[in-house]
């Protein structure tokens, strides 16, 4: 393997930017003088460290520039989640002699609840699939089935291009054609069943349906390929038991928690969206089980475990908390960035990509890099050729940009402040409102 020296000489020459016999030169010169090597050497591993940490420095500055610019929409949620627990929001009572009734009408959290198990049970029947596969249709074979039925089993064909066959043989070919793809359709439908129920795909997405009915936005990463262990024990020839380690890529798809998803807030769509922070909350523990990830820098993060953790002391967490009635709690984790976006070509070069040789400015590279801190301890290409994104945004209510919808709960916000027979029709009209597929078929039972 070449060193960084001989790679930039070879570069240089292969560029046109030096001639043969200075490369010659140049070459016979570090062969002489190891030192020099060495040296060179030294300042290259700095320069390069001094330019990942630039490269983790920038992007904690637009993560918290993203951070900033949310903090309004977050203030909403906080105000959501308080009307799911059945709480006011602090400064409702101004004075002492406000309102003569201060009871907290509980609707929201029956109203989330019916909503998020209607929906479930709308889009994941548990009696069906809740999706389909089929061969694709080939007009023309259909075409050739159906003209080969008009013709007697023996009538010879004339091809275009090839020997005479039967109208028979013609027949048998097409319809084999067409069980084999129906064949292959029901193994890859097979297929697909397994791989849902190993990454519980049905449980992950009802908790992307709470956020949805509560914060107005419920997040899905996936499907990622992520490789899995296995464990069986097999007999060996002499009899014994032998375990073995099986080791194979599998697709799984996680629920990601709306509070620590920060798309570019300039976007107006996921499709629109060019860049995406993911906020990760790990232990000490967590963070040395990520050595395991491929392409990991284990200096680097042998350096982020020297250091204390990162997280900010007053964070979402302890609010969550504080409303829940569990603060207190000492929460020392560190605060782990995972970025999805473009990067560029000597950034990935710096942290170890390969496959970046192309200097076409019209070719952009799209990345995955984690950091904290400002460390950078990972990086990895796009595995997406169209270097689309991994996540998948669903909204209760459509609105700009995406990640921001409103809640749907806020609707009956002023339930709040009635008792509960006049809050019953407030209730009624907005459940017939958001369900009306569920208040069809309520009406039509009772009649």
Known sequence: MMNPIEQKITAALQSGDM??????????????????????????????????????????????????????????????????????????????????????????????NLCEARLFDMLFPSDQRFYIIEPTPVPDLDTADRLADQLPADHPIQLPDGPELQAGGIQAAIKQVIEEAQQRNDAMQREIDDQLAECNYASVARDAIHDAVLLGTGVLKGPSPLIKTSKRWSRGQDGSHILMMERKPQPVTVRVDLWNFFPDMASTTMGDCERVWERHFLTKRQMAA??????????????????????????????????????????????VWEYHGPVDKQDLIDCGV????????????????????????????????SGELPYRVFNWQKTNPASSAWACHTKCE??????????????????????????????????
């Not at 330019?51 to 949310?70: F, M, P, Y």
């Not at 204390?308 to 020392?332: F, Q, S």
């Open 290 to 335: 990520l050595k395991d990830m491929p392409g990991v820098d284990a200096d680097a993060l042998r350096e982020i475990l020297d250091g204390e953790p990162t997280a900010p002391t007053n964070n979402y967490r302890e609010r969550l908390r504080a409303i829940n009635g569990a603060n207190g709690a000492p929460d020392k984790r560190y605060e």
């Open 354 to 385: 390969e496959d970046v040789e192309d200097d076409d400015n019209l070719v952009q590279y799209t990345g995955i890099v984690w950091f904290c801190g400002g460390t950078v301890f990972k990086a990895a290409l796009n595995p997406m050729d």
């Open 414 to 447: 002023i339930s709040r402040f009635l008792p509960t027979a006049p809050g019953e029709p407030c209730w009624t009209t907005w459940v017939c409102a958001s369900c009306p597929r569920w208040c069809w078929m309520r009406t039509a039972s009772n009649r």
């Open 19 to 112: 001639a043969p016999e200075d490369a010659l030169a140049a070459v016979q010169q570090l062969m002489e003088d190891p030192e020099a090597i060495a040296e060179q050497q030294r300042r290259d591993a700095e320069d390069r460290r001094q330019r990942l940490s630039a490269l983790g420095h920038r992007l904690a500055s637009e993560a918290q520039t993203q951070v900033a610019l949310r903090q309004m929409t977050e203030e909403r949620w906080y105000k959501d989640v308080r009307q799911f627990n059945g709480q006011y929001d602090p400064g409702t009572f101004v004075e002492a002699d406000q309102y003569g009734s201060r009871v907290f009408v509980p609707l929201t959290r029956r109203l989330v």
